[in-house]
């Protein structure tokens, strides 16, 4: 027995497979233990360039990556497709939502976070979230599909398609807005010559004082002179009231009338059923410092849904890949050594921050590593590369290398299929 308690010929049972799962299962892949890999999903999701995908940059496939395929040719884990909607510590079991059980001798908690529209059910209900593949592809869906019913649409209906507003001038609301701009600039025109773009508003909402509020000065002024640069209309210290599918209220008394609002203004942990209130915070499990849940016994929780005091993070960390990589290393390398050496001693995580970076368009992003900050061009490029390197499998780098520089020397992309359209809830409106 280890210190960890884990034992050589343990079945470990991971549920999700993003960025602090996915290390994890990789990590252990040669370990003496019978590791199960459970997902709603059947793949990975490299969350970061969602973006490029709702923007129709990228294709779906070059950021996806099958649970099944990554782990073909391993005989330590295996990969079950499933919801997981209850946990039972008592009797080592988790349940599925086809009510069907998978045992356990050790459970990893590793389900990342949801969009937390915070409690407001009308927002939940009519605004479009970025968490998943499918929903980014059902942006792209949407925003396409505007423009062809902006032809058919009356007079008086027509501005209501051409308005996006974006809510959360983060990363992800920055990276977004930018995107679009791009696509209105460069390829939208060319497509719909019956369409007058001048009137196509990305509207980005912010409520505090600046986009990129977790970046410097410098950077926050740059992000917001770059959109403003590409027709965004930037509205900080702004709030999205309410929205009803046809108008967003704002906190400043504006009504804009919109068929598309994304919601990219918070999220919260991915919470199963089972165990006790007293192990959460503000919807993360409370682990210690080597990932054990507080007071559960064999039972973990990884990344974004955990949460970590330590010296540098007295508050938690921040929730990011980064560190949902690094904890899924630190516990993965704990559990090898325990294995191979009982009386190993396990090695606290600690976080060291390797810096943020935003790209807004091209030539155009912010970078801030632990020794430089960087803004333009360069910040462009080392943003693209790093982000490159990311990226699973050399078919995928290579995919979304050549897309990229398809789309930088012809300023065009042909990512722009519409690929379902639910005709009894869009109804065509004749003019
Ligand atoms: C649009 C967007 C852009 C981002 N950009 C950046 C960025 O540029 N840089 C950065 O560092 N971070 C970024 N992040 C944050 C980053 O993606 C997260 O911090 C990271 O994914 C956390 O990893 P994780 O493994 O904890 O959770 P996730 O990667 O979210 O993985 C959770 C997995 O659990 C599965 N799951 C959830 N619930 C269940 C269940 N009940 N049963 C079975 N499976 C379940 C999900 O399907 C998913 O595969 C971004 C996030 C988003 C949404």
Same mark, same amino acid.
């Given at each position: 027995?280890? !210190? ?5 010929? @343990? ?85 599925? /939502?086809? @009510? ?52 058919? /649409? ?8 051409? $308005? ?36 196509? $508003? ?10 990129? !509020?977790?970046?410097?000065? +410098? ?8 959109? +403003?640069?590409?027709?965004?209309? *930037? ?5 999205? *009231?309410?929205? @009803? ?5 704002? !906190? ?12 990219? /203004? ?11 209130? +007293? ?11 080597? !990932? ?10 990884? #990344? ?27 516990? #993965? ?8 050496? +009982? ?55 290579? *995919?979304?290398?050549? $897309? ?28």
């Amino acid at each position: 027995m280890s !210190n960890l308690g884990i034992k050589k010929g @343990d079945k470990v049972v991971i549920i999700g497979g993003g960025f602090a799962g996915l290390q994890l299962a990789r990590t252990l892949i040669k370990a003496d233990l019978k590791v199960i890999l459970v997902d709603k999903q059947n793949h990975h999701q490299f969350q970061p360039l969602f973006y490029q995908i709702a923007s129709g940059r990228l294709e779906p496939s070059s950021i996806s990556f099958p649970f099944r395929k990554i782990f073909q040719k391993s005989k330590t884990v295996d990969f079950r497709m499933a919801d997981i909607t209850q946990i039972l510590p008592a009797e080592k079991k988790i349940m599925t /939502a086809y @009510d069907r059980t998978i045992t356990y001798d050790h459970l990893i908690i590793a389900t990342g976070c949801r969009t937390n529209f915070f409690g407001n059910k009308e927002l939940s209900e009519n605004c479009f979230s970025m968490k998943t593949t499918q929903e980014s592809i059902d942006i792209r869906n949407k925003i396409l599909f505007s423009f062809e019913k902006e032809i058919f /649409a009356r007079p008086e209906e027509k501005q209501a398609w051409m $308005n996006i507003v974006i809510v959360g001038g983060g990363p992800t609301g920055v990276e977004l807005s930018g995107a679009f701009a791009e696509l209105k600039k460069n390829v939208l025109p060319k497509d719909y010559h019956n369409i007058d773009f001048s009137k196509f $508003n990305i509207i980005l909402c912010e409520g505090s004082k600046n986009t990129l !509020n977790n970046m410097s000065e +410098e950077s926050r002024a740059a992000s917001r002179k770059y959109l +403003e640069d590409m027709s965004v209309i *930037v509205k900080t210290e702004t709030i999205l *009231v309410s929205y @009803d599918g046809n108008e967003a209220v704002l !906190n400043t008394g504006e009504r804009i009338p919109t068929k598309n609002v994304i919601w990219a /203004a918070g999220v919260t942990g991915n919470i199963i059923n089972g165990l006790a209130e +007293e192990n959460t915070i503000r919807n993360r499990y409370i682990v210690d410092r080597l !990932n054990r849940i507080k007071g559960v016994d064999n039972i973990y929780a990884l #990344g974004d849904v955990a949460y970590m005091e330590t010296p540098l993070y007295p508050k938690g960390h921040p929730q990011v890949a980064n560190v949902a990589i690094n904890q899924a290393k630190n516990l #993965g390398l704990n559990i090898l050594k325990s294995l191979k050496d +009982e009386n190993y001693e396990a090695v606290h995580y600690e976080y060291h921050d390797l810096g943020m970076m935003a790209t807004i368009g091209k030539h155009k992003a912010v970078v801030e590593l632990p020794f430089i900050k960087l803004k333009g061009v360069i910040a462009w490029y080392i943003w693209m590369f790093l982000h490159l390197m990311l990226i699973l499998s050399v078919r995928n780098k290579i *995919v979304i290398f050549f $897309n990229w520089a398809w789309s930088y020397l012809t300023k065009d992309t042909s990512l722009r299929l519409i690929t379902y359209i639910d005709y009894k809830k869009e109804k065509v409106i004749n003019s």
